[in-house]
């Protein structure tokens, strides 16, 4: 497998612009991670689902951010509209059901907001 | 509520040990994880904790105090490699996500 594999590696938007994320977890993997990493937070959790349910939306900061799951091996973090704040490095991660196992990260898509 | 601390920053000399701490209080705990995550890269596994004591893989050792609420992460024989941000991570209640501290950044110098 291939690993987690996540689009655009890097994105420039203007302030006010739609951007959308893309993540394709490991196959077999019942859940999938958003998180966001930046200097002053470290690693936040975004969303998360299980076998494609959203689980836990809380760590969204607010309604400018969704997230979908339309089937197993496909993702979407949407920001819109864009602001300068988003910009951050955003990690998806996947991982097996069992509680003990690792969750595997994607490269991640580093977001510029100007 | 959750936190996990651990310090900002570390260095250490080539050929040495460190020891990396973290504390943590969570609601619920189904194990403790170390990450490293080197400069513009994702984070990679690197232990993985559930019952006290020491849990040791090459140059890493992990250990973990559920009592309280306490880890380090221990690297030996220092390289030049392990220049690295460590990142925390502790599993809460069951079926939820990793729950990561700010991570500690190491720099190994020769």
């Known amino acids: 497998d291939a690993g987690v594999i996540q689009s655009p590696r890097h994105e420039v938007t203007e302030m006010g612009q739609e951007v959308t994320l893309r993540c394709k977890p490991i196959?077999?993997?019942?859940?999938l991670f958003w998180y966001r990493q930046t200097m002053m937070r470290g690693l936040e959790l975004l969303i998360y689902?299980?076998?494609?349910?959203?689980?836990?939306d809380s760590g969204m900061p607010e309604d400018r951010f969704s997230a979908k799951m339309p089937n197993a091996s496909f993702s979407t973090l949407k920001i819109q509209p864009s602001e300068p704040r988003d910009s951050a490095v955003y990690f998806c991660?996947?991982?097996?059901?069992?509680?003990?196992?690792?969750?595997?990260f994607g490269q991640g898509t580093r977001l510029t907001v100007v | 509520g959750q936190n996990i601390d651990q310090p900002t920053e570390m260095t250490a000399t080539e050929g040495t040990i460190v020891q990396i701490n973290c504390t943590y209080q969570?609601?619920?705990?189904?194990?403790l994880f170390w990450y490293q995550q080197h400069a513009g890269e994702a984070p990679t596994f690197l232990s993985y904790?559930?019952?006290?004591g020491l849990e040791e893989k090459g140059r890493f050792s992990s250990f973990l105090s559920r009592s309280k609420g306490y880890s380090y992460l221990l690297l030996k024989e220092l390289q030049m490699k392990d220049s690295a941000s460590y990142l925390c991570?502790?599993?809460?209640?069951?079926?939820?996500?990793?729950?990561f501290g700010k991570g500690t950044t190491l720099s190994v110098s020769s």
């Open positions: 991660a996947s991982s097996q059901r069992e509680l003990n196992t690792e969750a595997f």
């Open positions: 904790n559930v019952l006290d």
């Open positions: 991570a502790v599993l809460g209640q069951a079926g939820t996500a990793l729950i």
């Open positions: 196959s077999g993997h019942d859940y």
């Open positions: 969570t609601s619920g705990f189904n194990g």
């Open positions: 689902f299980n076998n494609n349910v959203p689980i836990d």
